[in-house]
């Protein structure tokens, strides 16, 4: 049977409505002293007042609030120095993606001699950190299920990965209900962002019979529950909407992605614009890149979806009035884009062997 020589998922996976409730005592079972990272909508949304009731007298949670954006490299360090302070025993994320990151590589990287950046730069981490529990509020990056965190580097002006297997969640809650008060936009370009990595994932050079089972049921969820779960906010929905990320997540995590998310990072870094906006924006470009080498795969995508695959996904950004944020702007640095994606390991795993032309057609799809 076809499985990825090495993978790992994690530990431990509770799914159901209020599943919030159980993060502290979960949390717990690796020591009295935590720390919370979450964005500011945990206090906005009452769930830090939900979260306080249910530490108990003998255990000790410190709330580290990160500032918006993406994370950066200092951000890092002053997570891993705030928690050696407190002595914290583990580290929970709560919130989008860049929450999870950012918990995930201090965790990681807790008790590492070196700075971050030696580890973003490839140096290999020799000192196993401390539990990272990761808890979803967006539907997502799938953070929730990979061993990278994308950091941001100011002086390289670059979005690049820190990864290491023991990065791994040791637990994940996946509470459908934490999605219902997540924002229009944030849910839908984080959403389309999980269909983007399932796609890449299924077709991936190094896809696998693993990797493509959770990939295509992740498109299917996603593909399905995105527009009415962004009307609705139903439950059905959201939970779909949830699992289709986290399984996004368990796939691409064991065959890497593909040139979009090769492209994302050099356009996300220069531009600034949503992660999930840039990856949306790339889809059709990148499924005309791939279609002749996608082959048979092509045809599973449009049976899942229930229409031609292209069309399925230009009628989800029409429907979820997703326009290219680059339309007209001037092309800044188209060098270095080029030179990035090509350098990228995400587009190192995509299965047309990627050109500087085909980094050229997608910069025209998206900047005409
Ligand atoms: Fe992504």
């Known amino acids: ?17 209020g599943a919030l409730t159980a993060l502290i005592p979960e949390c717990l079972e690796f020591g009295p002293r935590g720390i919370l990272v979450h964005g500011p909508s945990l206090e906005k949304n009452g769930q830090k007042d939900l979260l306080s009731k249910t530490v108990p007298s003998d255990a000790s949670v410190r ?6 954006g993406e994370p950066e490299l200092s951000e890092i360090g002053d997570l891993i120095r705030a928690g050696r302070e407190f002595k914290a025993d583990w580290i929970a994320g709560i919130g989008g993606g860049s929450v999870l990151d950012l918990a995930k590589a201090a965790a990681g990287l807790f008790n590492a001699k070196e700075k971050p950046v030696y580890y973003q730069e490839g140096g290999e981490l020799k000192e196993p950190g401390i539990p990272f529990i990761a808890v979803p509020t967006t539907a997502g990056s799938g953070s929730e299920a990979t061993v990278n965190a994308v950091i941001i580097n100011p002086e390289k002006k670059a979005k690049l990965s820190i990864r290491d297997k023991t990065f791994m969640a040791r637990k994940v809650i996946l509470d459908p209900d934490l999605l219902r008060k997540a924002p229009p936009a944030v849910l839908r370009f984080s959403a389309m962002d999980a269909l983007v990595q399932a796609y890449e994932s299924f077709i991936s050079k190094n896809a696998t019979w693993f990797s493509e089972t959770f990939a ?8 399905h529950h995105l527009p009415p779960g962004l009307e609705s906010r139903a439950e059905e929905h959201l939970s779909s909407l949830l699992l289709g990320s986290y399984f996004s997540g368990i796939a691409f995590n064991a065959s890497r992605l593909g040139v979009i998310h090769g492209i994302a990072h050099p356009l996300g870094a220069l531009y600034h614009e949503p992660h999930g906006l840039i990856c949306s924006v790339c889809l059709p470009a990148s499924i005309k890149i791939n279609r002749r080498v996608m082959g048979r795969k092509y045809d599973v995508m449009t049976y899942v979806v229930k229409k031609d695959f292209l069309e399925k996904t230009e009628e989800l950004l029409s429907l979820l009035k997703i326009e290219s944020p680059f339309r007209g702007k001037p092309l800044i640095e188209k060098e270095k884009i080029i030179a990035e994606t090509l350098r990228s390991g995400s587009t190192a795993a995509n299965p047309k062997p990627i050109t500087r032309e085909d980094v050229e057609f997608i910069l025209e799809e998206i900047f005409k």
């Open 1 to 17: 049977m076809d499985f990825p020589v090495e993978t790992v998922i994690p530990q431990k996976t509770l799914f159901r409505p």
């Open 63 to 68: 709330y580290f609030r990160r500032k918006s």
């Open 216 to 223: 295509l049921k992740a498109v299917e969820l996603l593909a």
